[in-house]
Each structure stands twice: as structure tokens, then as C-alpha cells.
């Protein structure tokens, strides 16, 4: 009728506790520490390509050997052997949006990429096999070091700029509003 009260003590019930969560809150700390401390090293490690291009506007006539499709695509090359490059860790507008707003703003990002690439050598990493998305576009972070050491993403610039979205779900923006 009336439920026993355990005879065990606060510590053996402790011990209790931690001989079956103790594998998993190791798992927890061992990939807390991997994305706080290794990730950013290796991303600093990565393999980084110092490149420098000039690019047009994709559809001009008399484009050069690179151009820029839209807020987050590149392409270098012509024709069927072209190099379509989807530069990561922001996301642009649509230049064909849902609205005349998303389609402006996806202009001026255009734009903006245009010149941010243009300013001067820039660096990409991902070395000569870099992953691929599902449309076969090559997926690079694009960094320029300035002399004195520091460095600014691409995607930081973009998304400061109000120009692009981050890579979160919490950072959407609705380009129609």
C-alpha cells in the first residue's frame, strides 16, 4: 500500500546515476571539445589557395574567364568545361526570387560580390578536389589576409552588409518584406 522509501544512501545513489549516464556525457564532452577547440584549428589548416581573378557580371557580353552569377555563385570558364563554384557560409538572394524585392536585392549582392572579389588576391580553401553540392558546383570559403595579419570572410562581409542570410535557421531573412 504505502511505497517503501529506498534504504540507499544520496552517495550509492549518485553512483548509480553516473555508472549509466557517465558514457554518454563523456560522448557530450568529447564532442563539445572537438567543436570548440580542433575545428577551428583544422579550418585554419585547411588547404588554402591564394587566387586572384578579374571578374565581370555572368551574361555580359565580352565577359572575361570569370564572372559572378549571382550573390554566392562563380564561374570560371566557358561553356561545358566551365567551374561553377558556390562560395560558402552565407546565402544570397535569388536573382529569379519570389518577389521584385528578393530579385533587386539578389542584384546588389551580385554586385557587392563582384567587387569584394575584385579588390585584390583572395583565398579559397578546398585545394585542387574540393566537395562538391548537389548540382555538381564546387563549395568554397573565400578569406582575404590583409598585410598585417588578419583576415575577413567573404561571408562576413555579406552578411554584415545585409546582403545575405547566414547558415543558420535562425538567421533567415524574408528578402520580400
Do not use: H
Not at 548509480?16 to 560522448?27: A, E, Q, S, T
Amino acid at each position: 500500500m504505502f511505497k517503501r522509501r529506498s534504504r540507499r544512501s544520496r552517495k550509492q545513489r549518485w553512483l548509480g546515476w553516473w555508472v549509466m549516464w557517465r558514457i554518454p556525457v563523456l560522448l557530450i564532452l568529447v564532442m563539445l571539445a572537438w567543436w570548440f577547440i580542433y575545428r577551428p584549428i583544422a579550418a585554419e589548416m585547411a588547404d588554402w589557395n591564394e587566387t586572384q581573378y578579374r571578374f565581370d557580371t555572368c551574361g555580359e557580353r565580352g565577359r572575361g574567364f570569370a564572372c559572378v552569377s549571382d550573390g554566392d555563385t562563380v564561374t570560371l570558364g566557358y561553356g561545358g568545361s566551365a567551374r561553377r563554384i558556390r562560395l560558402t557560409g552565407f546565402d544570397a538572394p535569388e536573382i529569379e526570387g519570389k518577389c521584385p524585392a528578393e530579385s533587386a536585392a539578389a542584384i546588389r549582392a551580385q554586385a557587392a560580390l563582384r567587387d569584394w572579389l575584385n579588390r585584390g588576391a583572395f583565398e579559397w580553401d578546398g585545394g585542387s578536389d574540393p566537395p562538391r553540392d548537389r548540382y555538381g558546383r564546387e563549395l568554397r570559403s573565400v578569406r582575404r589576409t590583409a598585410s598585417d595579419g588578419s583576415s575577413e570572410t567573404l561571408a562576413e562581409y555579406m552578411i554584415d552588409a545585409d546582403l545575405a542570410e547566414g547558415p543558420g535557421p535562425w538567421e533567415f531573412q524574408d528578402w520580400c518584406d
